[in-house]
């Protein structure tokens, strides 16, 4: 065999179906779609997922399990003891001064002091939450806490 003596596979090269072209083509009239029905007619193509106007299976599960609720639920940026020593003593330590010097990075976050670590310096804190342990390791140093 040769390349010049190739050859498509007898049935693999169909002509393309020409619709609508009379009833001598074998596809004139209703052009191979049938009388009547949603299939039949323009622009009546249904979706995989259809079930013919029986109430679809997505809405006839019972929901379980909770829902998400993310739009509603406060996320805080949260900053430890240890990170304050980086400030000089007496400061007073707030979102902005926090933000200023790079330690959150979001722009509207709010800020929850945790008591992770030890503090050496004698601060003023303005947060909007702190925990038990933060306050009281503030307060022994001499500081203050105040919630915004």
């Known amino acids: 065999m040769k390349l010049n003596e190739l050859k498509p596979a007898p049935g693999s090269k169909r002509k393309r179906k020409r619709v609508g072209r009379g009833r001598g083509s074998g596809y004139g009239g209703t052009c191979g779609r049938g009388h009547k029905g949603q299939k039949s007619r323009s622009g009546g193509s249904i979706p995989a997922w259809f079930e013919g106007g029986q109430m679809p299976l997505v809405r006839r599960v019972p929901k379980r399990g909770p829902r998400r609720l993310g739009h509603k639920r406060l996320v805080y940026d949260v900053v430890n003891i240890k990170t304050l020593n980086l400030f000089d003593e007496e400061v007073e330590v707030n979102p902005e001064l926090l933000r200023k010097v790079g330690i ?32 009281e390791k503030i307060e022994a140093k001499g500081g203050t806490v105040e919630v915004i």
Do not use: C, Y
């Not at 509207?108 to 925990?131: C, P, T, W, Y």
């Open 104 to 135: 959150i990075k979001k722009k509207n976050a709010r800020i929850k002091i945790l008591g992770d670590g030890e503090l050496d310096k004698q601060l003023k804190v303005r947060a909007h939450k702190f925990s038990k342990s933060a306050i």
